[in-house]
């Protein structure tokens, strides 16, 4: 029987946590990363999750790190696959089966995610109904994804420097693609990403949308760093007028001064071809 750690990152997910974790808790083990939440969330997992895995942080980490932890653990204790989990997400049952089954049976997949929708199944996530339709699938999002674990060994982590927060599951995707694996969609299996559309304030806008958008083109292989770079002078100005603002103006000098850390985790990835 195939092994699977499911890692579920966790910052005040009391509304979630007890179906995100239910969902899986019969058919994986748990690895559970607290960030430093307020609202009980690490002493639910460990009350009622005695057998996972739980980290209690001091401080609020972000995305990449935790998940890094969680990934680099599957593969030092052998499991099969690692299974990424939002806290504000949950899979049907036997969704995971499923995913494994059709693993197991296309080795081409260095990705595999269930149907991503909303809460009730009445339709398709928002964002990830915007990749499923495409001929070929070149990116999903990470509240649900199953990788093997040579695939992982293959693209290898998420980078923490340049991608703490936003952006690392499409470089991830980038990477994958790069190396010449697929990403595949499990219509059979079936999830929830009960995500909320807030209104939000025009920074946050502009760092996740221009600045992370730009990290993350600016990092793909596929294309020559020259090219990406006249891209993303060409989307500063395009955003500026979007958000009639200054602030991509603002990040653009963030990221060249970021540079040098682009053009190394290009050559980490070249190395790795």
């Not at 002493?43 to 990934?71: C, T």
């Not at 680099?72 to 989990?85: E, H, I, M």
């Not at 398709?124 to 699938?137: R, S």
């Not at 999002?141 to 290898?156: D, E």
């Amino acid at each position: 029987m195939k092994r699977v750690l499911v890692i579920v990152v966790t910052h005040n997910g009391m509304h979630w946590l007890e179906r995100c974790l239910s969902s899986v808790y019969a058919d994986a083990d748990l690895y559970v990363w607290d960030n430093d939440s307020t609202d009980g969330s690490a002493d639910f997992v460990q009350a009622n999750y005695p057998a996972a895995k739980l980290i209690r942080s001091a401080e609020n980490l972000g995305f990449s790190i935790p998940n890094n932890k969680g990934m680099q653990y599957a593969l030092d204790k052998g499991y099969d696959f690692a299974y990424l989990l939002n806290q504000d997400a949950w899979l049907e049952a036997d969704a995971l089966g499923k995913l494994v089954a059709a693993a197991d049976a296309n080795p081409a997949l260095g990705l595999l995610s269930p149907l991503q929708m909303t809460d009730g199944y009445q339709s398709l996530d928002k964002n990830f109904n915007k990749y499923y339709h495409k001929k070929e699938i070149k990116f999903v999002m990470a509240a649900h994804w199953l990788i093997p674990a040579s695939a992982l060994r293959r693209v290898g982590l998420f980078n923490e420097e340049l991608f703490p927060l936003w952006g690392q599951d499409d470089d991830w995707c980038q990477r994958l693609d790069y190396y010449g694996l697929k990403i595949g969609v499990i219509p059979e299996a079936r999830a929830v990403h009960d995500r909320a559309y807030r209104k939000e304030e025009k920074e946050t806008l502009v760092r996740r949308n221009y600045y992370t958008g730009s990290l993350v083109r600016l990092v793909d292989c596929r294309r020559p760093l020259w090219e990406r770079f006249l891209f993303v002078i060409c989307f500063t100005c395009v955003k500026a007028v979007k958000y009639a603002s200054l602030l991509p103006f603002k990040y653009l000098g963030v990221i060249i001064g970021q540079l040098p850390l682009v053009k190394n985790h290009r050559k980490g990835i070249r190395s790795r071809a």
